[in-house]
């Protein structure tokens, strides 16, 4: 099915973002695992994952539009080098999604694209969970301290 040109280039932007995010939060989790902050980690590596099934469903409808998904560009990847930085570079890469998301979803509908809209819908509800999540992470550390945090976010090793 021929698709609108940009729409494919909406949806080829938000393919690069949840690109760049899979490489981010995967990084992040290996970073943390590395630190002991093991229950973080899990978190993280399934933000990865979750990013990941986005542009499954996002190269799928490309390719649906007859077009091609761009797996050559990547968007610049943040990478914090504290707890508090990571989640600030989480959260701006979910915040520029948002924006995004939203202002496809409206070229999509003026465009009568009602599929691609309510794909852009789904990942925008993902999107706003994760960035209430990582909101609420960070006013954990502004009220407890990075160290009070951390402790919460570690796995003793079963024995």
């Known amino acids: 099915m021929q698709g609108d040109p940009e729409v494919i280039e909406y949806l080829n932007e938000q393919l690069t973002a949840e690109l760049t995010a899979i490489n981010q939060y995967f990084l992040h989790s290996k970073m943390q ?4 902050w093991t ?7 399934h933000e990865s994952f979750d990013e990941m099934k986005h542009a499954e469903v996002l190269t799928d409808r490309i390719l649906f539009l ?6 050559q560009r990547l968007f610049h990847v943040r990478i914090g080098q504290t707890i508090t930085e990571m989640f600030q570079a989480d959260r701006e890469v979910e915040v520029e999604a948002i924006d995004r998301l939203r202002r496809g979803i409206e ?5 009568g694209d009602i599929t691609s809209a309510n794909i852009f819908e789904s990942i925008l ?3 706003e969970h994760h960035i209430d999540y990582l909101d609420t992470q960070l006013d954990l550390i502004e009220k407890l301290g990075e160290p009070l945090y951390i402790a919460q ?3 003793q090793p079963e024995g």
């Open 125 to 127: 509800a993902d999107e």
């Open 33 to 36: 695992e590395n630190m002991g």
């Open 153 to 155: 976010v570690i796995e």
């Open 39 to 45: 229950k973080l980690a899990k978190y993280t590596r």
């Open 107 to 111: 070229i999509m509908r003026a465009k």
């Open 66 to 71: 007859d077009g091609l998904p761009n797996y």
